[in-house]
């Protein structure tokens, strides 16, 4: 029988604990979600089940080649989900943008920032993706651009829904984007998920909640900012990413959900 949300819950305190007590034992904060993540229930046949392998003798080595994409096809219609097809999608419009910074602040420049979200009621266009709310005709919920000089991304599209899966009985996920970025180096490659400010769904989503440390968990909630707000066309939400170091973004521990 599917574990209850009390059930789920629970687990998500005492792991929180867990970390807390840690840290306060002077233990650095976790740097990835746990691999082996009890509440988030298909992550026990996901995660490793060995020590990860040392990328050959020398681990800097990872660093000497980096990520090599297409950059000549990227458009700014790409960018903007909001017209790639005849109509309009329904729901809220958003921009999101802010900036890549690595771990000393620098802006990372050029970069690909790729982006895919369930549309406005909570359905992402893909067949995987069968919960019955509506599909929206003029939204398909992918986007990507290219860092500016100073680090900076920016996309418009729609808000996305909350929707329900299957990890427990009665779990919605709070609204997110993924996010993935190639970052300059292999080691500085991150899939992650932004979130809106102010979700009451927060507490009871086991994949935030992988996230045990509370100042890593705020870092992947955007900051309503009304200047990014545009006049009769959309709200505006910030979100700056740091690619490594201690005050990095952190992953999420699957991309699936
Ligand atoms: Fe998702």
């Excluded at 809106?196 to 507490?203: E, M, N, T």
């Amino acid at each position: 029988m599917a574990p209850t949300q009390d059930e789920i819950s629970a687990e998500i305190a005492a792991a929180r604990e867990s970390t807390a007590r840690a840290v306060a034992a002077g233990g650095a904060p976790p740097s990835h979600p746990g691999r082996d993540y009890p509440p988030y229930r298909s992550s026990a046949l996901r995660h490793p089940r060995r020590p990860l392998l040392r990328v050959g003798a020398d681990p800097e080595a990872a660093e000497w080649h980096g990520p090599v994409f297409g950059v000549t096809d990227i458009t700014a219609l790409d960018a903007d989900l909001t017209r790639q097809h005849q109509g309009e999608p329904l729901g809220e419009r958003i921009t999101v943008a802010g900036r890549v910074l690595d771990r000393g602040g620098r802006p990372v420049r050029g970069q690909l920032v790729e982006v895919w979200q369930a549309n406005a009621s909570g359905r992402y266009a893909h067949r995987r993706d069968q919960h019955p709310a509506p599909l929206d005709p003029h939204f398909t919920g992918v986007g990507r651009c290219l860092t500016d000089d100073q680090g900076a991304y920016a996309f418009t599209t729609v808000r996305p829904g909350a929707y329900p899966w299957r990890n427990h009985t009665n779990a919605w996920r709070p609204a997110h984007i993924h996010f993935s970025l190639f970052g300059t180096a292999f080691t500085q490659r991150l899939v992650t998920q932004m979130y809106f400010p102010g979700d009451p769904l927060f507490p009871y989503d086991p994949i935030l909640q992988s996230v045990t440390d509370s100042a890593a968990r705020a870092r992947l909630v955007a900051a309503y900012d009304h200047r990014l707000s545009t006049p009769e066309r959309s709200l505006g939400y910030r979100w700056d990413i740091v690619l490594d170091g201690p005050a990095a973004t952190l992953p999420d521990p699957e991309e699936d959900h």
